[in-house]
């Protein structure tokens, strides 16, 4: 599966949008691009996932460039319980029996 | 989304005990589990996928004998901990693939070990 790379934090104000970067440049067309979040001290939460179209959800919109090389994972209005690492991973369409790899991710922190 | 739970939450036993943690899918029937162990401030690791009905694969450096995973059913997977030690202490989580979405993995909210 492809590498990513995250910025390992980012900061948000409340109420605003948080806009978080993953670049995937040797991701290949049949490959997916997942985000999940992990709250400290809890399992990793699934937010959402998407080819190459752009993907939105109640939890947050996915962002795919035109090339697949990078995605924005977006939570429109960013509030205090959204503080926790954010995880963007790709995975091979076909190899549902392989487990998600985790990185590193992207600390968010919400501050007030 | 779908659900998947563990028990317990948290553990606390004495060195040379074996603990068992139980990691079931509610709402949905998953032929296929991962197990993970996170240490303070790293990522999550993979420590073996759990198939029903047959044997786990163990990645490398996961001792097979250690750490014992049983998949009887669509809808349990356990992680044993055999002869735990204090470096076996961590956050132990497990996932499940859900075929009716999309074969997303969904997490259980992991369990607490701490080896005394």
């Known amino acids: 599966d492809a590498k990513t790379t995250q910025p390992p934090s980012m900061d948000c104000a409340e109420g605003r949008a948080a806009n978080l970067p993953c670049n995937h440049s040797t991701i290949s067309g049949n490959e997916y691009v997942y985000w999940y979040r992990q709250i400290h001290s809890q399992g990793p939460q699934y937010i959402i996932h998407g080819l190459k179209n752009n993907e939105t959800n109640e939890m947050a919109s996915l962002i795919i460039t035109e090339d697949r090389k990078s995605s924005t994972l977006i939570l429109p209005h960013a509030t205090l319980r959204d503080t926790a690492v954010y995880y963007c991973i790709v995975r091979t369409l076909g190899q549902a029996g392989t487990a998600l790899i985790f990185g590193k991710g992207t600390t968010l922190s919400v501050s007030s | 989304g779908a659900v998947v739970s563990q028990h317990p939450s948290w553990v606390i036993c004495k060195s040379g005990t074996s603990v068992k943690i139980e990691c079931r899918s509610l709402d949905f029937q998953a032929t296929t589990m991962f197990w993970y162990r996170q240490f303070p401030k790293q990522s999550l690791m993979l420590m073996a996928t759990?198939?029903?009905?047959?044997?786990?694969?163990?990645e490398q450096g996961v001792e097979k004998d250690k750490f014992l995973i049983n998949h009887a059913s669509l809808t349990l997977s356990t992680l044993t901990v055999t002869s735990a030690h204090p470096e076996d202490s961590s956050f132990y989580i497990c996932?499940?693939?859900?075929?009716?979405?999309?074969?997303?993995?969904?997490f259980g909210p992991g369990t607490r070990l701490t080896v005394l």
């Open positions: 759990s198939n029903e009905g047959s044997k786990a694969t163990y």
């Open positions: 996932s499940a693939r859900s075929r009716r979405d999309g074969d997303t993995q969904y």
